[in-house]
């Protein structure tokens, strides 16, 4: 077990979804106290699969128990006076409160940034929203597609004589929680420092612009419209049944070593692929070569061929190969997670290393499970509150 690096640090964390769950979640294996406040009916990721057995359960989503490890959990109805008056309670001894959600919503709970402000000096309060908290967009409805689309990714991707391709997965919304991470952790050393908190915003928005950058600097330093390319990092077939990725294979760099990979080094001396520009320009017969080609061999075996000759290759690896890559398991990178609901499962790590720092990832909260610990015995209500706090729709 490793050293903390944030005992002491207490994250108020009000979001559901991804974003900031994932952010909160990388304080929390840092060592900060993560105390998770989610609505009376829980978080909607409870209700996201995959579910072990495939059987529905608020306890056993796999995108909550991911995102949620290592925090406590308390239920509260913020739509409620004395939700909002409890949240102040929380929030007046907290170092960072990371919000998930519309844009407004805590100013219009009485929750603004002077009131945060007055209320607490030294709070950080990181958002993230779809938008951003200020701008035209601002009250507009977003998502992860969304987010791609009016972000600039969406052009980018998928085969060129097609309309674009949703990249797979929630990319942004990761991203956006890795950036509110960060640009929380930023504000909190500089609180710590001056006595000043902030209000750090993260909008999927901009995160999208963000991770394809490259794009913006070929219309801004170029005057052109980066285009969809299928010559650039193909993707082909193997004869297993598996997919190998090749990067950029058209460049005389990668040339002579692809044509000694496959077996036709009589390709150099073609004059249709004499140089880098002949190459693209007769790229659909370069395509047919190589799918023909790769319609015989095994997938992991090229990968490995081609990297030991110095070729950037990849083979398109399942959940099955992920949790079986001798790279993966030398690395400690997956850990067994036990939950009294869910059971042991495995878990996808940390994606950074920190010397000295072994990460306890610890298990997601159940429903309200820290409520009578917070509630009595750190804001001091009795029992008895509680059930009249419940009966009322507070928690």
Not at 264 to 283: E, N, T
Not at 303 to 308: G, I
Request: with cysteine.
């Amino acid at each position: 077990m490793g050293v903390a690096l944030l005992p002491g640090l207490r994250v108020v964390e009000v979001a559901q979804g991804v974003s900031g769950p994932l952010a909160g979640k990388y304080f929390a294996a840092l060592g900060a106290e993560v105390l998770k406040v989610e609505p009376p009916a829980g978080d909607w990721a409870r209700r996201a699969g995959p579910f072990p057995g495939d059987e529905p359960h608020p306890e056993k989503s796999g995108l909550f128990l991911y995102l949620n490890t290592g925090k406590q959990g308390i239920t509260l109805n913020l739509d409620t006076a004395t939700g909002g008056a409890i949240l102040r309670r929380l929030l007046a001894d907290a170092d960072i409160l990371i919000y998930g959600g519309p844009a407004g919503y805590l100013e219009a709970r009485g929750l603004g940034p002077a009131v945060l402000a007055a209320l607490n000096p030294r709070l950080v309060t990181v958002s993230i929203t779809d938008f951003g908290e200020g701008g035209p967009y601002r009250n507009f409805r977003g998502g992860e597609l969304i987010a791609q689309a009016v972000g600039g990714v969406l052009y980018l991707s998928g085969d060129p004589a097609r309309e674009p391709l949703k990249v797979g997965g929630n990319t942004i919304q990761y991203l956006a929680g890795y950036l509110g991470f960060t640009g929380g952790l930023i504000a909190y050393y500089h609180a710590a420092a001056t006595g000043e908190g902030q209000l750090v915003e993260v909008s999927l928005m901009e995160s999208a612009v963000f991770a394809h950058h490259y794009a913006n600097l070929e219309w801004a330093f170029k005057g052109e419209i980066k285009r969809r390319r299928r010559d650039q990092s193909p993707t082909y077939r193997t004869g297993d049944g598996g997919y190998v990725t090749l990067s950029i294979i058209y460049r005389d760099v990668y040339w002579p070593t692809l044509t000694r990979l496959i077996g036709r080094p009589d390709l150099m001396d073609d004059p249709r692929f004499k140089d880098q520009a002949s190459r693209r320009d007769h790229w659909p017969e370069v395509d047919a070569i190589l799918k023909d080609y790769f319609a015989t061999q095994k997938a992991e075996e090229f990968y490995h061929r081609a990297q030991a000759a110095r070729m950037p290759a990849g083979y398109l690896c399942t959940p099955p190969d992920l949790l079986t890559s001798p790279q993966y398991r030398a690395r400690g990178f997956f850990q067994e997670i036990d939950h009294p609901v869910a059971g042991r499962l495995t878990y996808p790590g940390i994606p950074f290393k920190l010397d000295e720092v072994g990460w306890e990832l610890g298990r997601a909260p159940l429903l309200g499970e820290h409520n009578a610990a917070v509630y009595c015995g750190r804001l001091g209500y009795s029992r008895d509150d509680l059930t009249i706090l419940r009966d009322r729709d507070v928690i």
